[in-house]
């Protein structure tokens, strides 16, 4: 069964960095796009970033966009998510998804992914 374990939260201050991984099973990784996804305290789904299936293409929200880098290793079935200049706007649940339904400025919570990880904590603060 499609398995997805993110890893790499913590406490960090502002202007600090985190990198999240992804760790992928069940599914042969290197033929799926993938998607980080991030829900805040009190507010809805926000899709943060996307991959292709080489790494060659990538794309972000305009709120990480110049901070934010999304990677992928194929040969470990892992995802990445490296973050700097880490703000309290970026403090949420961090999600690695697959197979989003609806294209992504539509994405309203994780039920618009057929696949989702049980997340990592992000949360900055001083």
């Known amino acids: 069964q499609v398995q997805l374990v993110e890893s790499g939260g913590g406490l960090v201050q502002p202007g600090g960095s985190l990198r999240l991984s992804c760790t992928a099973s069940g599914f042969t990784f290197s033929l799926y796009w993938m998607y980080w996804v991030r829900q805040a305290p009190g507010k809805g789904l926000e899709w943060v970033s996307a991959i292709n299936i080489r790494g060659s293409s990538t794309y972000y929200a305009d709120s990480v966009k110049g901070r934010f880098t999304i990677s992928r290793d194929n040969d470990k079935d892992t995802l990445y998510l490296q973050m700097n200049n880490l703000t309290s706007e970026d403090t949420a649940v961090y999600y690695c998804?697959?197979?989003?339904?609806?294209?992504?400025?539509?994405?309203?919570?994780?039920?618009?992914?057929?696949?989702w990880g049980r997340g990592t904590q992000v949360t900055v603060a001083s």
């Open positions: 998804a697959k197979d989003p339904s609806k294209p992504l400025s539509e994405v309203v919570g994780l039920q618009d992914f057929a696949f």
